[in-house]
């Protein structure tokens, strides 16, 4: 299947505070918080949740098109996707805007705070759906986190084209409203969010776990350090674990990297459960590198991890994707 990614493509500044943003942050003061943290690294790194997942998506050979705005300032990072089996045709240039900016600080804990500047991402808007379809074989549109509408135009467009989307407002969650988020979501074939978007979806959209199970087909709850929980159109739940850590370096871009080996593997023929664990590696792999597109695949080493963490079978039956 041909995959289209529609979602936020940034430049990254990501900064260490070597210390707990807990420690400082006060329960009852925080109406008039004025608080700034002494960092101790900063890394300029590509980002974007539709950069992070087709570069992802690249390295194991899925050639996803990227469909996002950028600014001039894109040059560069577009050499980078492109060499890396991405297709950047669908990427529109803003004669006005840079390109967005993600600034966000880890402390020990990897609890992050961070700040989001749109830019040309604004842009994303005027990107149709329907035109890319025309001049592209796509099969299936992931609609991630980006300019809101742009994110209702996309998911609205898949629905009247009858194309197939995946759904994952993650971050934008916070900024709509409920008709919104149910728009979003509504008709989806894959649902993705972490737990606290899970919450947070339900509340804003006033639906019961049963009414969103009735509106998309395969709902995906990333669950940390504890995993991922996968309920099929049936009802169906199926929990799968994490492929253990040999550090934790920094955790922005784990859930993009989760998405893309998810999707690559599902629509590749594997079962929830074997997507998931590839998912579950490629997740690992962003964890223990600094930038979130930074990181390799080595097929012998991936296969041992999986081998330890899910058994031979699964290492055997995810190999044709590596």
Not at 100 to 117: E, G, H, L, N, P
Not at 187 to 214: C, H, I, M, P, R
Not at 282 to 308: D, I, K, P, Y
Request: aromatic share 6%; proline share 3%.
């Amino acid at each position: 299947m041909s995959i289209a990614v529609s979602a936020s493509i940034a430049t990254d500044h990501l900064m260490r505070f070597p210390g707990r943003f807990a420690d400082a942050l006060l329960a009852d003061q925080l109406d008039h918080v004025s608080l700034s943290f002494l960092v101790d690294d900063l890394q300029i790194r590509r980002g974007g949740v539709a950069g992070n997942i087709a570069y992802a998506m690249g390295l194991l050979n899925r050639e996803p098109l990227l469909v996002g705005a950028v600014g001039a300032d894109f040059a560069e990072y577009r050499a980078w996707l492109e060499s890396h089996g991405v297709d950047a045709s669908g990427v529109l240039v803003s004669e006005r805007a840079h390109t967005a900016r993600f600034v966000c600080t880890t402390d020990d804990d990897m609890a992050q705070i961070a700040s989001f500047y749109p830019g040309a991402m604004s842009e994303a808007r005027d990107i149709g759906i329907g035109a890319l379809a025309e001049s592209h074989s796509i099969d299936l549109v992931l609609v991630g986190a980006n300019d809101p509408e742009a994110m209702l135009r996309h998911t609205a467009e898949c629905r009247a084209l009858g194309i197939p989307f995946a759904a994952d407002p993650s971050q934008q969650l916070a900024l709509l409203d409920g008709d919104q988020a149910m728009q979003l979501i509504d008709g989806a074939a894959y649902l993705f969010t972490n737990e606290y978007e899970w919450a947070l979806l339900l509340q804003k959209t006033g639906l019961s776990e049963d009414e969103v199970a009735n509106r998309v087909g395969i709902r995906v709850t990333t669950l940390g350090a504890n995993g991922v929980l996968v309920v099929d159109a049936d009802g169906n739940r199926l929990e799968v674990g994490v492929v253990p850590e040999t550090e934790k370096v920094e955790p922005t871009g784990v859930g993009d990297a989760f998405r893309a080996g998810f999707l690559t593997a599902h629509t590749g023929g594997l079962s929830l459960e074997r997507s998931a664990q590839l998912g579950s590696l490629v997740a690992v792999l962003v964890l223990e590198t600094m930038g979130t597109q930074e990181w390799t695949l080595n097929s012998e080493t991936a296969l041992e991890r999986l081998a330890a963490a899910y058994g031979a079978d699964a290492a055997a039956e995810i190999k044709p994707l590596l």
